[in-house]
Each structure stands twice: as C-alpha cells, then as structure tokens.
C-alpha cells in the first residue's frame, strides 16, 4: 500500500528548494544561482536537477494514490513516455503539472508549480521519431551546422530530444560496426578489447564512429 509524502518535505532542502523557486519562478540563470548562493555553475544544475527529479517522485507517488492505485506502475509509465518525447526533466515536470493540474496543485497547497507561461506551449507528445524526421536531424546538424535549439524549434522538439536522436543515430551505427568486427575476432579477449576500445569511452558517439572509420580506412589501405 502507498503512502502519502506530504509535498512540504520537498523544502525542508532550504537551499534546493530556494535554488528550484530562482530557477522556475525568477528565471535566474545557473550562473546567477551560483553567485548568490556562493557554489559552482555546476553545482547549481547538479542540486536543480536534483530537486527536480525529487520533485517528480512526489508527484509520481501522489497521483497513483489519487487516482486509486495500489502503486506507482501506471503513473510512472506516463512518466516514462514523457521523458522519452522530451529528454528534459522541466518539461517532464510540466507534462505532469498539466495532465493532473487540479490534483497536483491541490497537492502542492498552495505552492508554486511552473509558470503559467512554461506550461502553456510545450512542444507536443512525440512517442517515436520517422527514419525521415531523424534524417532531418542529422542534416540540419552536419550540413547546415544548426544548433539542437535551432533544430528543435524547427522540427517541434525539445533541444534535448534532437541532440538524444542524433547521438542515438551514431550510437546505432558504431554499435553495427562493432559487432560486425567482434565476429571477426578470434578470442574472447580480442571482442573485449574492441568493446572497450570503441564502446567504453566518454567521446561522443559520433566521435568514436568516427575513430573507428578512421582506422578502419587506414589499416585497410595499408
């Protein structure tokens, strides 16, 4: 059985609740936050997402005992389709402060949720993106060398979401290709080697494609 979590707790965190009202109701910007409170830039985003993804686990927990359920699955998958269109935790936040307006703010007694302004234009419910949209994205981004807020507005997207899909794109095309070597590879050690060589890297997932392209070209033009 669930239970209630009063929405009050989210501020007994004075300091992230108080970085969470800067950023949603003021619209300070991360550097502003950092200087007032005397953190890094970093650091500042680090507590807001956190609050945030707090702030979401509240409302998950409460509309599924609003609404009935004996736990968070249904809630959580509204969630979860919602993080998949948007990639972007605010938007999320927003998604939900709409579906479930009367119960959330009911919940949150009186305190703030987005702005009015925030919530009223977001870009609409995209579950999955056609090979054609995704195309687009790769375009504007490597032809025409448009930013992913550039990008989004065009295609109706969050920034977020077009920068998962193009990273997604390369992502897919390393994974073919190093698949396609690991069966090649005699040893167990050998397929290892080539995951951790091409795979287990912070570089981007264009940048490895890349790498690995680059290689491949040279040792078969040797």
Not at 31 to 39: D, F, H, P, Q
Not at 181 to 197: D, G, V
Request: glycine share 2%; charged share 30%; with cysteine.
């Amino acid at each position: 059985m669930l239970k209630d979590i009063p929405y009050s707790t989210l501020k007994k965190d004075r300091r992230g609740y108080g970085i969470l009202t800067l950023r949603d109701q003021h619209s300070f910007t991360f550097k502003e936050i950092a200087t007032e409170y005397g953190i890094t830039l970093i650091r500042a985003r680090e507590i807001y997402n956190k609050m945030q993804i707090k702030q979401i686990r509240l409302y998950i927990r409460h509309v599924s005992i609003a609404l009935g359920y004996s736990d968070t699955s249904e809630v959580y998958k509204v969630f979860r389709d919602a993080y998949e269109c948007y990639q972007n935790p605010t938007y999320v936040r927003a998604y939900l402060e709409r579906k479930y307006a009367d119960i959330l703010a009911e919940y949150r007694a009186g305190e703030p949720g987005l702005p009015d302004a925030f919530l009223r234009n977001p870009p609409p419910l995209k579950q999955s993106l056609d090979e054609q949209t995704v195309s687009r994205i790769v375009e504007l981004r490597e032809r025409r060398k448009a930013s992913f807020p550039v990008i989004a507005k065009e295609l109706e997207i969050t920034p977020e979401r077009a920068r998962h899909v193009y990273d997604h794109f390369y992502h897919q095309k390393l994974l073919s290709w190093v698949y396609e070597l690991q069966e090649a590879a005699e040893t167990p050690e050998e397929r290892r080697a080539i995951w951790q060589r091409y795979m287990d890297q912070r570089q981007s997932a264009k940048k490895r494609y890349e790498t690995l392209i680059n290689e491949t070209n040279n040792h078969q033009a040797r």
